[in-house]
């Protein structure tokens, strides 16, 4: 992998790094590579995961959606994702068929993630703030063949949105979309909201109604089948990239791709030693809330908040102490608003205990009033990309601040980086 020279001109000049450095003299090229953890790579894929986690973590919540007064065990979330498998197949939705979602955060999401692995099916994240043209790129990017999405969020309105990309679900049964502009939908299911849940929206399942109707008995048996049909390399999820820089590239990520990233992080973070309760402020759609979030929280066993919907520092800050969060997650510029926030609020925040944060530089005075003001003993920067699903480095809440702040930390196991200039020597 090719990364920035800067951030690991920075990284080597660090001397207590425990990821040994390595120099080719011979090829003239240089590499790091990240101590190995104290367990061997997974060859399960998500469903098992849930599986298991609905066993180890019997008494334990997984998700606490604030702003949908929703709070789930692992039995409830393994139990939810299944019957929502078994709709999905009993509409026609097979292995290997691609399942695009497009809303913020909410419970939906979490579970049409866990639902679509057990299923077998790929996950395709779509920003909730696409328009029409973004759309219609997605649905013929990828040969998407369901389209899950709320009825409106904030200014859009979706189903107003899907009409004008696919007219022909306007005269349309639910699951019989045949249209030229999106040759592969055939399905498009409406997430309805306490406001509009009589609203009928022509050519559309009901995501709830689906969800409460499950599958026949020939569903049951048949994603029953699929967990020794299933393997770790398959492909599970489709996440959009490099948007800000042309046309977002579809990458494909496997199981075994992003289940061991989770695993891998989370033992260098620290979720291995303690119970946390992370406070998760970043989108689904991007890889560090979609894997960095809620993977690191099944893989662990850690609860998961949702303070909102779309991004509120205000949210973000009220739920500390009502759930005891001990772990934030966010961006810096996420950070900056929710700081700004508590010198107002003064919020209990005793405890949080540690934080990480990415997708941009951060200055260093800021990340010493995150640490100060919003009691973090250690907040960790990560540098990753999506293609390698997605954290490639990150310091350990034990390291220095130099460290922790200053460089992005040794690869994490199983990773070599490989050290060049500009022109790629």
Request: one cysteine or more.
């Amino acid at each position: 992998m090719k990364v920035r020279t800067a951030h690991l001109r920075r990284l080597l000049s660090i001397s207590n790094f425990s990821a040994p450095k390595r120099f080719n003299s011979d090829l003239k090229w240089s590499y790091i590579t990240g101590e190995f953890p104290p367990f061997p790579l997974s060859n399960k894929t998500l469903g098992q995961i849930i599986k298991d986690g609905s066993e180890k973590f019997s008494d334990r919540e997984a998700i606490v959606s604030i702003h949908q007064g929703i709070r789930k065990t692992f039995p409830e979330v393994y139990e939810d994702a299944y019957r929502l498998a078994e709709a999905f197949s009993s509409i026609g939705f097979k292995q290997g068929d691609m399942i695009a979602i497009w809303a913020p955060n909410c419970y939906e999401w979490y579970l049409t993630q866990c639902a679509s692995a057990i299923a077998g099916c790929v996950l395709v994240n779509v920003n909730p703030a696409y328009q029409k043209d973004e759309l219609h790129y997605v649905l013929n990017k990828v040969p998407v063949k369901g389209l899950i999405c709320p009825s409106t969020f904030k200014t859009q309105n979706y189903y107003d949105l899907i009409s004008k990309v696919v007219p022909e679900i306007t005269s349309c049964n639910p699951g019989e979309i045949n249209s030229e502009s999106a040759p592969h939908l055939k399905s498009v299911i409406i997430i309805k909201s306490p406001s509009n849940k009589k609203q009928e929206f022509k050519g559309t399942y009901c995501f709830q109604s689906l969800f409460e109707s499950g599958g026949t008995s020939e569903d049951v048996a048949h994603i029953k089948s699929l967990e020794n049909i299933i393997q770790a390399d398959d492909m599970f999820n489709i996440q959009f990239t490099s948007g800000t820089t042309g046309l977002p590239k579809a990458v494909a990520l496997s199981h075994f791709c992003v289940i061991n990233n989770a695993l891998l992080t989370g033992n260098r973070i620290g979720f291995d030693l303690k119970y946390h309760t992370i406070n998760l402020w970043v989108p689904f759609f991007h890889t560090f809330g979609c894997i960095g979030g809620t993977l690191i929280s099944l893989c662990y066993g850690s609860k998961l908040i949702l303070p909102s919907d779309g991004f509120d520092p205000i949210a973000c800050l009220n739920c500390i102490p009502t759930e005891k969060c001990t772990y934030l997650f966010g961006t810096p510029t996420m950070y900056i608003a929710v700081l700004e926030a508590q010198k107002k609020l003064r919020v209990d925040v005793s405890s949080v205990e540690l934080g990480i944060t990415g997708g941009s530089n951060c200055l260093v005075e800021a990340c010493k009033d995150f640490e100060k003001h919003l009691n973090m003993k250690s907040l960790m920067n990560i540098y990753g990309a999506t293609e390698t699903g997605p954290v490639s480095f990150i310091a350990c809440p034990k390291d220095s601040f130099e460290v922790r702040i200053n460089t992005v930390g040794p690869p994490l196991g199983h990773i070599e980086a490989k050290i060049v200039d500009q022109n790629g020597k």
